[in-house]
């Protein structure tokens, strides 16, 4: 269960792309131990406000606290050790090709945290054990399933040992019979207590385990709240529109 300790605020994220505003205004704050679901049309900003948070991308504006200190995007140190506690999942895995699973786990652990080899590989095949993956850990990636590498890819973001955890969309490359295997490991971590901001269309995992939703569209947070009142009692009427659309195809299943 969260707690009720903020860890992270997010405060009037934009984001432009020449003349195009990606991302407006969005303001999102987030407890420790909770899971925060972004949901909205494909396009709405939800892969961008993720990039924004962890700096993969540089907001035009905006201002972020973890743990109540304030993040200065221009302390370049201080951009270097906030990524260290904030973790990120991505589409695509962005896994080393020419590195095996235990490799791609181990690398950050000595080059990032400063480990010995030995140590390194010890928290690495841990991490694998974890996600159901020691027996792969010196397969390539071209050697795993697109499965097998997002749980590699998790592996090595939960060795760093993050205070939050951003999953862009991690099922979204994945064949439908592979989705289960991640999100039962994502369902792992989140019972573990690990704080997440995760965008997905699998609607019927993110209301069983999320807190919250937020509906995202045309780079604005339109609206907030559990995932009930979002999907049957939304207050605004975009949000019942889209929503009325993911019932009419998922049922009343969640």
Known sequence: MADKIPILRIENMTKWYGDKEVLKDASLSINKGELKVLIGPSGGGKSTFLQCINFLVKPDRGRLWLDGREIVRARKKEIYEYRQKVGMIFQDFNLFDHLTALHNVRIALVRVKGMSKGEARDRAILELDRVGLKS?????????????????????????????MLLDEPTSALDPELISEVLDVIRDVRSDGMTMIMSTHQIGFASEMADEFVFLENGSIVETGPPEKILYKAQYARTREFCSKITELYGNSF
């Open 136 to 164: 792969y850990m010196h397969q390539y990636p071209a050697e795993l399933s697109g499965g097998q590498k997002q749980r590699v890819s998790i592996a090595r973001a939960l060795a760093m040992d993050p205070e939050i």
